[in-house]
């Protein structure tokens, strides 16, 4: 056996806006398929309910959009698992642990993968996420901009109105969700395995923020 | 209080009889010009300034069709009372417009020649239609001269062009895809031009004659947003003014035609309604002389006023465009079901490879 070192990885902003990101997304989804596809019907005329599920989807979408921003913000000055450069794994070097973590991932091989942080697989698809989210901010933004004009607004996402037919960024726009959706499910079945397979905390460590990593290669 | 325009107002006697030949009361006119001015979001105090210009200028006007159905036109003439109607087209010379006019052939060209020569950089151009680009633009030809021809001459020879309908402004029906002529608007056709556009399938006549009212009182075009459609007719949203708009807000919807929904004027959002979508003053304006507009008489609107709408907008009666290059009729749901499916069973199956691959250690 080899002495195991418990590694301070995700820093407190890694792990606080992952967890807002959770919660926004699932209020985001819910709220968002209920605008597209009104599943509680209104008994009165006197009663809100698109008017509040709408509220709703925009303060989650503000606090979303906070969330990411400090994300990104830790990529530039966090710890070195919190950088940026974690997400463009495209040197040589890094690009060739691709093959190992593939047969890791498929089953072909089972030895533990020595990244501390993020795989270079696992950068590549947090780096896709992103894209999502921002694609998301922007786009809805634009719609948002359709009724609060300014230059704030024009600027979060209105731009966008020049480029794309506002019925495809709707369109684009709910596609997303569900482009979210499935990664959220691959991500935490990843975890689970990876979690039972590596034995390095990995699913607790997003709550402590440690990774209990074997010295041993 | 309302100020009282008339008392300020000091109409010829020339003009009034002119005017009262025709059938127009003074009451009417000055009905008219206040409703100009209400469109136009001008205070009453222009009105005297509105009539002066619309009882005293007489510009010359041509309306050219291209690749349309005459259905600018149809509204215009078709506007039930005479004043409107008669009041554009008798402050107007119209020297030239194909369906109305009574020369034909060589004669009408004459006149539509004449006016470019004698009036230039003075008179009014209306479009109707779009303009076939592909293959030389032979498919839309008039007396042997291209659309485009015709188009980069008298639009760039006039003092300012308004392109009503959608096909004229951002090329329409004839533009939806695949686009077989290679259709588009005026001004894609002619950029020189000083064109303002007035989209709608079809055009509604009162934002029309505010807009040439504008012209006349001004001599300027009225301000117009990124897609050059004026600010007065196409700055709000119609989901923004719509009469079931607390429908909306309250969660009340129309499932299907004809249910309890739908005979008590509910939000028609789930049928597909593209009112979030457009900008149009339809739910002020109204059509017909303010008798009625789609979603008061119960049906969605179209978006016929936005670029494009044939492809984007449609299908009409479902809320989202289809997903493209997804065989069609696969709705953003369906896709997003599908795209789950997968993802869960490529977890599951990859949860049994796990369970029945071998034990090894994984220390090795
Ligand atoms: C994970 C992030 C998000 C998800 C999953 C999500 C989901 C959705 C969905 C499914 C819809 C319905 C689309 C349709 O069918 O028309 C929607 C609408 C909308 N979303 Fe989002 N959204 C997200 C983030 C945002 C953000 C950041 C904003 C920024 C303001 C935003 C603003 C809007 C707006 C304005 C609408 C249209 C509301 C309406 O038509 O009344 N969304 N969202």
């Known amino acids: ?166 019925p495809m960024i709707k369109l684009y726009h709910h596609l997303a969700m569900y482009v979210i959706g499935a990664f959220i499910m691959g991500h935490i079945y990843i975890a689970w395995f990876a979690d039972i397979r590596e034995r390095n905390g990995v699913i607790g460590s997003i709550f402590s923020g440690y990774k209990f990593m074997s010295n041993h290669k | 209080m309302k100020s009282r325009p008339d008392d300020a107002l000091n109409l010829d006697s020339e003009t009034m009889e002119k005017l009262r030949k025709k059938g127009v009361s003074r009451r009417d006119f000055l009905k008219f010009c206040s409703a100009m001015a209400a469109s136009l979001a001008l205070p009453s105090s222009f009105i005297p300034q509105i009539a002066e210009a619309v009882a005293n200028k007489k510009p010359y006007l041509v309306w050219l069709e291209f690749q349309d159905c005459a259905g600018d036109s149809e509204a215009l003439l078709r506007a039930s009372k005479p004043t409107v109607g008669q009041i554009v087209l008798d402050i107007l010379s119209v020297e030239y417009h194909e369906t109305i006019m009574a020369p034909s052939g060589h004669r009408a060209e004459k006149s539509l020649n004449d006016v470019v020569k004698n009036h230039k950089g003075k008179y009014l151009v209306v479009v109707e239609g779009s303009i076939p680009l592909k293959d030389d633009g032979i498919y839309c030809c008039i007396g042997g001269k291209s659309a485009l021809a015709i188009a980069e001459e008298v639009c760039g020879n006039a003092a ?137 008489a119960g049906h969605g609107c179209m978006g016929c006023s936005e670029p494009n709408f044939w492809d984007t907008m449609s299908p009409f009666y479902k809320r989202l465009p289809n ?31 796990r369970a029945i691959s071998p034990q090894k250690n994984d220390d090795e």
């Open chain 2, 323 to 353: 997903v493209p290059g997804v065989s069609v009729e696969k709705t953003a749901d369906k896709v997003g079901a599908a795209l789950a499916a997968v993802t869960a069973a490529g977890l599951v199956i990859h949860g049994i490879g």
């Open chain 2, 160 to 296: 300012a062009t308004i392109a009503v309908g959608t096909c004229a402004t951002y090329g329409g029906i004839p533009a939806a895809n695949p686009n077989p002529t290679g259709a588009v608007g005026l001004k894609e056709a002619v950029p020189g031009a000083t064109v303002i556009n007035l989209p709608g399938c079809p055009v509604n006549v009162e934002n029309l004659t505010a807009c040439i009212v504008h012209y006349l009182t001004f001599g300027s075009l009225p301000d117009t947003d990124r897609l050059g459609r004026p600010l007065f007719a196409y700055g709000k949203r119609i989901h923004d003014n719509c009469e079931r708009r607390a429908h909306f807000d309250a969660g009340q919807f129309t499932q299907q035609w004809g249910d309890e929904g739908h005979r008590q004027g509910w939000c028609l959002y789930e049928m597909g309604c593209k009112g979030p979508e457009t900008f149009h003053n339809c739910p002020t304006v109204k059509y017909n002389e303010g008798t009625s507009w789609p979603v008061q």
């Open chain 1, 1 to 166: 056996m080899s002495d195991i070192k418990r590694t301070y990885v995700w820093e407190f902003p890694v792990r606080f806006t992952h967890w807002v990101n959770v919660l926004c997304i699932i209020v985001l989804s819910i709220t968002g398929y209920y605008i597209s596809n009104p599943f509680i019907y209104a008994l009165s005329s006197k009663q809100q309910i698109m008017g509040l599920v709408r509220l709703t989807h925009f303060i989650a979408a503000y606090t979303f959009m906070m969330s990411v921003i400090i994300r990104l913000y830790w990529s530039l000055f966090g710890n070195e698992y919190a950088c940026i450069k974690e997400w463009f794994p495209f040197s040589g070097e890094k690009l060739r642990t691709i093959g190992a973590e593939l047969k890791f991932y498929l089953l072909i091989s089972k030895k533990p993968l020595p990244n501390t942080g993020h795989t270079s697989l696992a950068g590549i698809t947090i780096l896709l996420v992103y894209a999502g989210f921002i694609f998301q901010i922007i786009s809805g933004f634009a719609m948002y901009s359709l009724t609060h004009s300014g230059v704030i607004w024009t600027a979060l996402g209105g731009w966008l109105l020049a480029y794309i037919d506002l």
